[in-house]
């Protein structure tokens, strides 16, 4: 039996494009749909836009995490559950990559004579990420690599489930819109994303559909998601191509920078009043000098709702992407010092 995607018994997480009700569109990693239902199979369908990488997809099916290859390009059918017996079932889905690549839910079929079940109370804490890789969670599998580069790869160890940013939300009990994308820095022109005409956060924060490479871009309505706290990790792709904050410091370049990371905190301010701002960066290796310079215009903002929080081993804890130990530390850190502001 076919299941709309429109069932109030489906549970959406995550900044997701449902302008077509019926064919949702999944662009941010750690967005998910979560059903429950009484039945004995469950299979979906789906279709993929890859920019780069191998793509896959997550799911927690009845409590074991698994993962499923995608096509390159269009439909690939999955098998989510197949039992010979009815019995009550727990599904999430969710986007293990950021926007790598984009994927459209086709189709969502149950066991014949399969009864939804109404969804998991929705979390009371709202968490907000805007970040990049390591909040994406990319490469965190690959833990035969903890405090080490990374390993050759083609994105088979990238998993949002493990990265610090949805770790944190699940110590907290809290739902969470993960903002990331591997490589963006703040600002246009630096970083890695769309070498080599790099896409900062700047462009993407506002946005559902963002990448160039796929055409279009559309607009986000904050009044979706109102997040009780919102946490900021930007500030190390943006040493790339010039790692001018360590070279100068109080230069042109510095104070641009300055300046438009301050703007970007206001905006978000503007769109959500009574939000903690929480800014940081990662253990990933990079200069100090960001995280001076973040403090700094954390200070000058003057609002007693923005903070910065800077990690045991912040700047200094690995040379590669966090593995799902390191990620874990973050997120113990980052958890306990959040507690209070919900």
């Known amino acids: 039996m076919r299941i709309p995607f429109d069932r109030e018994e489906l549970s959406y997480s995550g900044r997701i494009d449902r302008e077509n009700p019926l064919r949702p569109e999944l662009i941010f990693p750690a967005s998910s749909l979560r059903f429950r239902f009484y039945g004995k199979s469950a299979s979906l369908k789906v279709t993929n836009r890859c920019n780069y990488w191998k793509n896959v997809l997550g799911a927690i099916v009845d409590g074991v995490q698994k993962r499923f290859d995608l096509e390159d390009q269009g439909e690939t059918v999955i098998t989510l559950l197949e039992e010979t017996e009815e019995s009550e079932h727990d599904i999430m889905i969710f986007k293990r990559m950021d926007s790598c690549h984009e994927l459209v839910l086709e189709e969502l079929k149950l066991s014949e004579g399969s009864r939804l079940l109404p969804p998991p109370e929705r979390p009371k804490r709202r968490i907000e990420v805007y970040g990049d890789s390591v909040s994406a969670g990319e490469v965190s599998e690959a833990v035969h690599c903890i405090g ?20 944190t939300a699940r110590k907290l009990d809290a739902e969470i819109h993960d903002i990331a994308q591997g490589g963006a820095a703040l600002l246009d022109g630096t970083g890695w994303f769309c070498e080599p005409d790099y896409v900062g956060m700047e462009s993407i924060w506002d946005k559902v559909h963002y990448n160039p490479t796929f055409g279009r871009q559309t607009g986000w309505d904050f009044s979706k998601y109102i997040p009780h706290v919102v946490i900021v990790a930007l500030g190390q792709n943006d040493a790339h191509p010039e790692d001018y904050m360590k070279e100068d ?10 300046e438009r990371y301050a703007s970007f905190l206001k905006n978000i301010r503007q769109k959500y009043p009574e939000a903690h701002i929480v800014c940081c960066t990662t253990l990933l290796n990079h200069d100090e000098s960001w995280d001076e310079t973040i403090d700094q215009v954390c200070g000058n903002m003057a609002d007693e709702r923005v903070h910065h929080y800077v990690f045991r081993r912040n700047a200094k804890g690995t040379p590669g992407h966090l593995r799902i130990p390191e990620a874990e530390e973050m997120a113990e850190e980052l958890a306990a010092y959040l507690e209070g502001m919900f």
């Open 148 to 167: 080490k580069e990374d390993p050759a790869h083609n994105g088979e160890f990238s998993n949002s489930w493990y990265s610090y940013a949805w770790m």
């Open 249 to 258: 410091p109080e230069g042109d370049k510095a104070r641009i920078w300055k």
